[in-house]
């Protein structure tokens, strides 16, 4: 099997083999992606700035926003996009100029020129690989610190949603950069070292190396990340635990702990979601969604989100990615091998001549930015769909747990309309906009729009009422 998949990848670099012998500009080729990007998400924008000026909701949610809270959703949203727009184009500036003067090449060499000062030299491939992707990461974060600023100390708190002081923005934002050394600098050394192990024959081993690193993420990230930011407590004892762990046990899921994260600390957005191993599950509901939530409504959200482990959603997902993680390692060989693609970006000859491994790796991650942006718009695709599965799925959690176990949960069969109520809900104090344009809402939204899941939520009740009178028929 090992040798039928190199054979084919073999075959496949054949075909390819004009990356190494045909002159390329492939630099101006991704700036003119880059731009184009930068134009087309500047121009969604455009199309959806004048839904901001509407002065009422769309007919189907005008009995669930007030006047005043309407208005404020309104002018949230045209904030955000007058920000959205102009750090867009910020950041696309931003790109051209480290492509247009070749700093991704001088990155490299002031690598190589740090490691020469400790007594390294350029046989020192990874520890330099390692360097370079720090210094390119300063290199787009510094001049984007003042962005994140404005964000969060005007956008946000303008509209009362910021909860972040300026020393718990500095201690955030070191603990990131912390991270970023502790973690990314063995995951760097760790992949640099399989690729070149491996040779031509890595991309089993890259994918093996990539799942495993997953998975042990999914333990480290609630047990040793997350409390570097936020702090998880037990849930406290009470209806609201009680109902949650009746789900739980309803579902048969694999609840091991249940929590809830101080997410108020920095912002009074709110969210739930389910983390874990398949035999070890945890669920983390933040501190503002109970404060602004009824019980029921929290329930409801829960049941939506245990209908994506139900559906397996998280595997399918996971199953996607390494789909996509394969088509990515299969087609780099010719680039990783082809120093007229390196070179084509500034490179110096004598570096080209050899292309280091993460220069190649991530040149050819820029060139593949095309296609990765339609792999984005097909996840959008996926990710709705499966929000819909989610939103049924808690619809008809009575008839999916039985007659038996929805006994001992209570009345359940609302939990349709508890769903809607906390979609509402949370669209009312999150200030999200109601009114949404649709190829905006194509390329930017993995979920479907607040009147989309209502209608189809209301469209699901009536059938199940249908089906129910038809059920009460027959047996008359």
């Not at 956008?155 to 923005?169: D, I, R, S, V, Y």
């Not at 983390?275 to 669920?283: A, D, N, R, Y």
């Not at 989100?305 to 990515?328: C, D, V």
Request: aromatic share 14%; hydrophobic share 45%; charged share 15%.
């Amino acid at each position: 099997m090992a040798d039928l998949l190199h054979s084919q990848l073999v075959a496949l670099e054949d075909r390819l083999s004009w990356v190494k012998t045909d002159p390329v500009d492939w630099k101006f080729y991704v700036q003119l992606f880059s731009a184009g990007i930068t134009l087309f998400e500047s121009y969604l924008i455009m199309r959806q700035y004048p839904y901001f000026s509407k002065k009422a909701p769309p007919p189907a949610l005008a009995s669930e926003f007030s006047g005043d809270v309407f208005h404020k959703s309104q002018v949230y949203g045209r904030d955000k996009a007058r920000f959205n727009f102009i750090s867009g184009l910020y950041r696309g500036g931003l790109e051209q100029i480290i492509l247009h003067y070749d700093l991704y090449a001088w990155a490299w060499s002031s690598a190589g020129s740090l490691l020469k000062r400790f007594g390294y030299g350029t046989e020192y491939e990874i520890p330099q690989s390692i360097v370079f992707c720090g210094v390119l990461y300063l290199l787009f974060t510094i001049p984007t610190i003042p962005l994140d600023i404005y964000s969060t100390f005007v956008l946000e708190a303008n509209h009362g949603f910021n909860k972040t002081t300026p020393g718990l923005f500095v201690t955030d934002m070191l603990k990131s950069w912390l991270l970023c050394i502790v973690l990314g600098a063995p995951f760097l050394a760790a992949f640099l070292s399989i690729l070149r192990w491996a040779g031509d024959r890595f991309v089993p081993w890259l994918m093996l190396f990539l799942i495993v690193f997953q998975m042990t993420m999914v333990v480290l990230y609630p047990t040793v990340i997350q409390p570097l930011f936020n702090k998880l407590s037990p849930l406290p004892e009470g209806t609201l635990r009680g109902r949650i762990e009746r789900l739980a046990s309803a579902l048969s899921f694999p609840l091991t702990h249940l929590y809830e994260i101080d997410g108020s600390k920095r912002s009074s957005h709110s969210n739930a979601y389910f983390f874990g191993l398949p035999w070890s599950k945890h669920i983390v509901i933040y501190d503002t969604l109970i404060k602004q939530s009824k019980e029921e409504e929290v329930e409801a959200v829960l049941a939506h989100e245990l209908g994506h482990w139900y559906y397996a959603h998280p595997t399918k997902l996971l199953l996607i990615s390494q789909i996509h993680l394969f088509a990515i390692l299969a087609f780099y060989p010719v680039f990783r091998h082809s120093p007229l693609f390196v070179r084509s970006f500034g490179f110096s000859s004598s570096v080209a001549a050899h292309p280091p491994l993460m220069v190649s790796f991530l040149l050819y991650q820029m060139i593949l930015s095309p296609v990765e942006s339609l792999v984005g718009l097909f996840m959008n695709f996926v990710t709705r769909r499966f929000e819909w599965q989610a939103d049924a799925f808690a619809t008809a959690l009575a008839s999916t747990i039985g007659p038996e176990k929805a006994a001992t949960m209570g009345d359940i069969s609302d939990m349709g309309d508890r769903l809607g109520r906390a979609l509402v809900g949370l669209h009312r104090e999150n200030l999200s906009s109601v009114w949404v344009d649709w190829l905006y809402s194509t390329w930017h939204h993995s979920h479907p729009t607040l009147a989309e899941r209502l209608k189809a939520l209301e469209k699901l009740k009536l059938g199940s009422a249908t089906a129910a009178d038809a059920a009460a028929k027959k047996e008359l």
